[in-house]
């Protein structure tokens, strides 16, 4: 009888290599000088930017799983999760840490003049909940209905990300613009399906 269970597990291993290329590259070029003129500022944005790919990946297994049926994407959600969260923590590290060295002064003053930054401390905040709850363990724990509520916070932490980016730039709006989109897409999907699905649970009427 052939396991079933070894080709999620390559493939779970596959995906954790390939989420973690983004961070090697951009240490590999940090460290060798290969970021340009201003590597802390390009570190600060690839983290932004892969923090908010893994997010939108995230909320992307869902909807993808549904219309495929390919049930074996669920069991990268919370891998893909874990990353996103990671990513975003990361982010917020290089600036607290390599940005504002860790003055605590100087990080309160520049929320103070720049309130995207706590745009993105808070999207940052709401995953918190979602990471610390994403095990088999948690969800029997809190029990399905309880654990999807402490998970949709993820909603709000990706719409955060997305307007602290549009804050970010001043021009070019390309990029945000394209992952507002997307985010658009995702979850203008979930509403329809909570819309189909309370009408299905309606009883009929004469």
């Not at 219309?67 to 891998?79: A, D, F, H, P, V």
């Not at 401390?121 to 399905?144: H, Q």
């Amino acid at each position: 009888m052939q396991d079933d269970s070894r080709p999620i597990k390559l493939l779970k291993v596959l995906v954790f290599i390939a989420s973690l290329l983004p961070l090697a590259w951009t240490l590999g070029q940090f460290i060798f000088g290969g970021l340009g003129a201003n590597p802390i500022e390009k570190a600060l944005h690839r983290s932004g930017d892969w923090a908010l790919n893994f997010l939108l990946m995230t909320l992307t297994i869902t909807p993808l799983r549904r219309l495929t049926g390919w049930e074996w994407l669920s069991k990268l959600r919370r891998m893909i999760g874990l990353f996103a969260f990671c990513y975003a923590f990361l982010h917020f590290m290089i600036y607290i840490g390599l940005d504002q060295f860790f003055s605590w002064e100087a990080t309160i003053k520049d929320f103070a003049v720049h309130p995207r930054l706590i745009v993105g401390l808070l999207s940052l905040i709401l995953l918190i909940p979602p990471t610390i709850t994403s095990s088999t363990r948690m969800i029997v724990r809190l029990g399905i209905k309880r654990w999807q509520w402490v998970h949709r916070p993820i909603y709000l932490a990706a719409t955060g990300g997305v307007i602290h980016y549009f804050w970010l730039v001043k021009r070019d709006i390309q990029k945000p613009l394209i992952y507002a989109i997307i985010l658009g897409i995702l979850l203008g999907y979930r509403l329809v399906m909570w819309v189909v699905n309370r009408l299905r649970a309606r009883p009929p009427t004469l």
